[in-house]
């Protein structure tokens, strides 16, 4: 079962604020008054900084973990970090698989809970709204980045595009440094940034 059904919900369950400064996220956070954080960027220092505040005021904070272990170099320091800045900012980890699951047990945090399913979907809520006059479509949300795999996705979909008779199109919903740079194609549709 689900911890919530998604039509159950009638007005917005969240808003986006990007204050200037972390006095004004501090304040934002303070009157939302939450009961649980959920932080899924570990480089944005004022994220951080909310979770250890509200950590050392008995909130639970949770962490996403999406990245795989590859034990590279950038893990290997990573290591030193966690240790040094992290290691008791979160409560527990919610992770999009195995692998995910083990990056955070190398990192350090052997002994928090870890959730998994994060990077899931309740496929009925959705499959309503797909009219059998429309035509599929392949989607991408994301940031236009290379550790994203997003040169892979272009060049996967050019070889599909060529193999099959009658392609899906493909959407790609983000931005980021490789957003000038990706080739147009047939085919691929590219729409920026979407809230």
């Known amino acids: 079962p689900s911890f919530f059904d998604l039509r159950d919900y009638t007005y917005p369950i969240t808003y986006s604020i990007k204050p200037q400064n972390f006095k004004k996220l501090l304040h934002h956070c303070l009157h939302f ?79 928090l809970p870890v959730f998994h399913g994060f990077y899931t979907a309740d496929h009925q809520i959705y499959s309503p709204s797909i009219l059998p006059h429309q035509r599929p479509s392949f989607l991408f949300v994301g940031r236009l980045e290379k550790i994203k795999g997003i040169k892979i996705l272009i060049a996967a979909y050019q070889w599909y595009r060529s193999t099959v008779r009658n392609p899906w199109p493909l959407k790609v919903a983000g931005t980021g440094s490789l957003h000038q740079k990706l080739p147009n194609s047939i085919g691929i549709e590219y729409l920026g940034h979407l809230d």
């Not at 959920?38 to 509200?54: P, T």
Request: contains cysteine.
């Open 33 to 111: 008054e939450p009961t649980i954080i959920f932080i899924s960027g570990w480089i944005d220092h004022g994220y951080l900084r909310i979770g250890r505040f509200f950590q050392k005021c008995g909130i639970p904070i949770i962490g996403l973990s999406d990245t795989p272990l590859k034990r590279n170099l950038r893990q290997k320091i990573g290591k030193w970090y966690v240790r040094g800045f992290l290691k008791n900012i979160f409560s527990a980890f919610w992770v999009s698989g195995k692998n995910a699951e083990n990056l955070i047990r190398y990192l350090g945090w052997t002994t």
